[in-house]
């Protein structure tokens, strides 16, 4: 593993746990093993550091989804998708990866979750990264609910993404709810439901008179 790796791992580690904020570049390059002069040999800032860490899995995860899209749209070369299907495309490669190898993707999915729900960083890394994907999608879904207006698509992506950021976060809030029947981490049985679930949500919006 090169010496940048070593830091854009190390950086996705401690964000993720401390937020932007609670995270020195010293800390950082103490974790990668690196000095500290490097960091600004690699990177032109401490905020540049963290763009490079949003974006280097944002790319991969944008692309999977966007191809996931396209191979469910091509078994409808004759009408839309189902919105299962399409949110299926949104939602199950992301909780794929956490499931096949957790360790690799946990801090940057917790990140994402972090940075969705904060005021100061959601609106603009969130619109930066993932909009023209989002937008991709919310397309597809306009073409499968052709008269839920366009107030109601926007909502129900909020309330989708919101689900989806805080699966992300696995708080652990389920497991002491359910009382060890469901757990936070159980990304298979996440899959299996969500996507039900959040079609429902978009058709009975797209229902109301």
Not at 26 to 47: C, E, N, P, T
Not at 91 to 118: G, M
Not at 139 to 166: I, M, N, V
Not at 170 to 185: M, Q
Request: aromatic share 10%.
């Amino acid at each position: 593993m090169t010496t940048r790796d070593r830091i854009l791992d190390a950086a996705e580690t401690l964000f993720a746990q401390d937020g932007y904020a609670g995270v020195s570049v010293r800390q950082i390059m103490s974790q990668a093993g690196a000095d500290v002069s490097l960091a600004y040999y690699h990177f032109k800032s401490k905020r540049d550091l963290f763009d490079q860490v949003m974006l280097r899995r944002a790319e991969h995860l944008n692309d999977i989804r966007l191809k996931a899209l396209e191979a469910v749209e091509k078994r409808h070369p004759d009408d839309a998708p189902t919105v299962e299907e399409i949110i299926g495309a949104f939602t199950n490669p992301l909780l794929d990866l956490l499931a096949a190898d957790h360790e690799e993707w946990k801090h940057y999915f917790r990140l994402v979750a972090q940075i969705n729900n904060s005021p100061e960083w959601g609106g603009e890394l969130m619109t930066r990264y993932f909009d023209p994907l989002v937008r991709r999608f919310i397309g597809a879904l306009r073409k499968a609910l052709p008269d839920c207006s366009d107030e109601d698509l926007y909502w129900s992506y909020h309330f989708l993404s919101g689900a989806l950021t805080l699966t992300f976060a696995e708080t652990g809030r389920i497991d002491n709810l359910s009382s060890g029947v469901c757990r936070s981490s159980d990304m298979a049985s996440i899959n299996e439901r969500m996507p039900t679930f959040l079609a429902a949500g978009f058709r009975a919006l797209a229902a109301r008179e």
